[in-house]
């Protein structure tokens, strides 16, 4: 009890730390000024949470440099982060990046991970393709023997974070067919290896990705990580792990609709009163209040069961799965409420409630919709239902 009563102690002390860094270093004005002129660095505060909060490391075990915090310590921080909307880089160079360096060792994966944690390097996932569509066995881009290393070629599209990165994670095939499950690999290619062509644009809610083409991209024996043609059963759990994080993410986005929400129906006056006081919007705000809490009561709840070793995959696929389509629906709810209730202004630039409203929006999109998810929840508790002769098989 103790140790969990001390890991909780820590928890909110990081989350603590995070909030008043954000508050002093990405208000909104501080990140639409960053935004304007990103297309090539990571926002300024990105290494400040390295060098001055020493927090990249949180989640990650303690024998890896890190605060050995697991899944919860990332929902953490992705909450708190998300409330200042500043999850990307950490999203996608320590949930997915790190992660993938950490289950597959090495010597370049042991020194990449160790220079994402200092604040050094940004690691972008090249995974998704323009016909994959949240299929995550399709995988086109391939990756041939040549000489003692390797040829990398193919297409990897709306790679988020890509101009910031110094590195990529990119998925290919490396034997079978385009829909087989086996044969696909991951590979470590530098940012500045020859034969890559980017077209970077700004996302709709105002971060950065980019289109990547891999054109006869040559790389060493060891760029491969962990065993050729067997990633896909890692591409799963990092995904899996990238889409709770998300989730976690959403509920500090939402927390802040909330909030600055309630602020201005308190404010706004109509005939002589504050429209809060009006039963009908009450209604609203409490249905908008009950679907946050919901799906942030699940996401902890799925955090925590992520950090056991022995859950088996589709159980986590299910539970993450199910956390996702909850989240989905509170993102709709709360944000589209958020913006109803501040009328028209609340889709301006000015205020922050429509850049947050945007970034929900996104978020339900994000590594599957939920009707992606809610079909993955029904494959998954179809295959798992036990057979039960009633008598009627012949």
Not at 257 to 286: E, N, W
Not at 291 to 312: C, G, M, P, Y
Not at 374 to 391: H, M, W
Request: charged share 20%; proline share 4%; net charge negative.
């Amino acid at each position: 009890m103790n140790s969990l009563t001390d890991q909780q102690d820590t928890l909110l002390m990081l989350r603590d730390s995070l909030a008043r860094y954000l508050d002093d270093r990405h208000s909104l004005p501080q990140r639409l000024q960053a935004l304007a002129h990103a297309d090539a660095t990571p926002p300024p505060f990105w290494q400040g949470l390295a060098h001055d909060l020493d927090l990249l490391g949180a989640a990650l075990p303690e024998a890896q440099g890190g605060l050995g915090g697991g899944m919860v310590a990332h929902a953490v921080m992705m909450e708190t982060l998300g409330e200042a909307l500043a999850a990307e880089p950490y999203l996608s160079t320590i949930v997915i990046g790190a992660g993938l360096l950490q289950r597959n060792p090495g010597a370049q994966a042991d020194a990449l991970r160790a220079s994402a944690i200092a604040g050094q390097a940004v690691i972008a996932f090249a995974h998704s393709e323009p016909q994959s569509r949240h299929d995550r066995g399709n995988v086109q881009a391939t990756l041939k023997r040549d000489g003692d290393g390797f040829r990398l070629d193919g297409r990897k599209s709306v790679v988020r974070v890509a101009p910031w990165a110094s590195h990529f994670i990119v998925s290919a095939r490396s034997s079978g067919g385009v829909r087989k499950e086996g044969g696909i690999s991951l590979v470590l290619v530098p940012r500045n290896a020859s034969g890559i062509w980017l077209r970077p644009y700004a996302t709709r809610d105002g971060d950065r990705a980019a289109e990547i083409a891999f054109d006869g991209v040559r790389l060493p024996e060891d760029a491969m990580l962990g065993r050729e043609g067997g990633a896909l059963p890692h591409i799963e759990q990092a995904l899996d792990e990238a889409t709770l994080a998300i989730c976690a993410e959403a509920t500090g986005v939402m927390r802040r609709l909330m909030r600055d929400t309630l602020d201005y129906v308190r404010q706004r006056k109509q005939f002589g009163v504050a429209i809060a006081s009006f039963q009908v919007l009450q209604h609203r705000l409490a249905d908008m209040h009950m679907a946050l809490e919901q799906a942030a009561a699940l996401t902890t709840s799925v955090a925590e069961a992520l950090d056991d070793e022995n859950i088996a995959a589709n159980e986590r696929a299910l539970a993450v799965s199910s956390a996702k389509v909850a989240v989905a629906r509170a993102c709709k709810a709360v944000g589209q409420g958020a913006v109803q209730l501040h009328g028209g202004m609340g889709m301006t630039q000015e205020l922050a409630i429509g850049h947050y409203m945007r970034r929900a929006t996104l978020i339900e999109g994000l590594f599957g919709p939920a009707s992606w998810h809610l079909q993955r929840v029904a494959r998954l508790r179809a295959s798992a239902e036990p057979f039960i002769d009633n008598g009627d098989t012949p």
